[in-house]
């Protein structure tokens, strides 16, 4: 394939995380060249985002990812759902035991931040990608043939970068989705959420706990994942709600942490308390993910609730999805309307009827307070882990398997 080595012909990727990454990468193995920009010097380390599913772990092999993400991951065969009043384990669901399991029967525990390492080093050496840090996108403006940014340096300093097209990956907030003008359809959770990492194993407290767990409760549910952290010696995040009127020096005291650990999984001893992080959650979607020459991807174009690993997956199947239809464009010049009309048809409808709902109904089902409904939700998960055939298509919904092929058949 010929090397495209022209600026005008190049995609201009803001932001530098995960998403903007996986794009970046695939891109250039398609020959496409690309220029990364990030406003940050590095990339942010956290523990966030660490839950790759079945088909981003696909994705990942196709980039040749895998090995690494294997090498500084964590493989998550099986989740449990519990129930914390009881402190009764009521579901049991094994990826490797489905009838048809998937070519990679596991969820790869691979924090955002050392995808994101990963994918720049490799970068760094290749002469038709650019990587610019500690730059702000200030403007867009669109041509007939291609689209200028306009950006800041950290010495306050402007230019402009010219490009064939424009992929804002920056983020719930992003700027390419307000300079473009595009609505972000959706609502805000009235509570926010905390986010506990500790380095405890909670492992140790007994077989009920797997890597990957959900506390079902009717009043501060709870998720509790494990990854290996950036030593290897595991690092696990526990996340949970707080009452909307709760103020931060409450919520955040070390004795009101303790309790909250303490409360769903007892110990002898306190915690050992790594960082603690209290976020507002959103459900939205952009109306619309290409509006000319400039393209929406990952939190920029969605964002959702965390429960269930999600978030971080769709951006990188949008990542791909893109990186497909550009190469298609702009190597065997199809036309570039339908095609990403086609991708904001695709993207959106696994937005709409996977993770959104799904990420949703997570949080609906753990946080249930009606007796009876909760009763009811409880047993129909404890039927579904028992039942081969609701076994499998939970883990199909729970692991985006379902989702992500209904997207992609999307016409």
């Keep these: 394939m010929a090397e495209k080595d022209n600026a005008s012909e190049r995609v201009i990727i803001v932001g530098a995380g995960p998403v903007g990454s996986v794009l970046a990468l695939a891109l250039r193995q398609r020959g496409i060249p690309i220029l990364l920009i990030d406003q940050l010097a590095a990339p942010e380390r956290d523990c966030r985002a660490a839950s790759c599913h079945p088909p981003t772990i696909a994705m990942l092999e196709q980039l040749g990812l895998l090995e690494a993400g294997l090498e500084q991951g964590l493989v998550s065969p099986v989740f449990h759902y519990l129930d914390r009043v009881t402190s009764e384990r009521i579901g049991r669901f094994a990826l490797p035991e489905m009838q048809a399991p998937p070519a990679h029967p596991y969820v790869l525990q691979w924090e955002q931040y050392k995808i994101t390492e990963t994918i720049e080093a490799r970068l760094r050496d290749d002469a038709g990608a650019e990587i610019q840090r500690e730059t702000t996108l200030v403007d867009i403006t669109q041509t007939q043939d291609g689209v200028i940014a306009t950006v800041e340096r950290g010495d306050g300093s402007r230019d402009t970068l010219a490009g064939a097209y424009l992929v804002g990956c920056d983020g719930g907030r992003s700027t390419v989705r307000k300079l473009a003008g595009i609505a972000f359809e959706g609502f805000t959770w009235p509570e926010r959420f905390i986010k506990i990492d500790t380095r405890h194993d909670f492992t140790t407290l007994g077989s009920h706990i797997s890597n990957r767990n959900y506390f079902s409760d009717p009043d501060e549910w709870m998720n509790l994942f494990m990854a290996r952290g950036e030593d290897g010696s595991g690092m696990w995040r526990a996340v949970s709600p707080t009452l909307p009127d709760q103020p931060d020096e409450e919520l955040l005291s070390p004795d009101a942490i303790e309790a909250r650990l303490q409360k769903f999984c007892p110990k002898q ?67 570039a309307q339908p095609l990403l009309d086609r991708y904001t048809r695709q993207r959106r409808k696994a937005q709409v009827d996977g993770v959104q709902a799904q990420s949703i109904a997570n949080k609906q ?14 047993a129909d998960v404890r039927h579904a882990s028992q039942t081969p055939e609701l076994h499998d298509a939970f883990i199909r919904r729970a692991c985006m398997i379902d989702s992500f092929a209904a997207a992609e058949a999307t016409e």
Aim: charged fraction near 20%; proline fraction near 2%.
């Design 365 to 378: 089902m753990l946080g249930e307070k009606d007796p009876e409904i909760r009763a009811q939700k409880l």
């Design 269 to 335: 001893g306190r915690y050992e308390i790594v960082t603690v992080a209290l976020y507002n959650v959103h459900q939205r979607i952009a109306a619309t993910f290409n509006q000319g020459r400039v393209l929406l991807a990952g939190d920029a174009a969605h964002v959702n609730n965390p429960i269930g690993g999600m978030g971080m997956n769709g951006g990188i199947h949008d990542a791909m999805n893109l990186a497909a239809k550009l190469d298609s464009i702009l190597h065997d010049g199809a036309a």
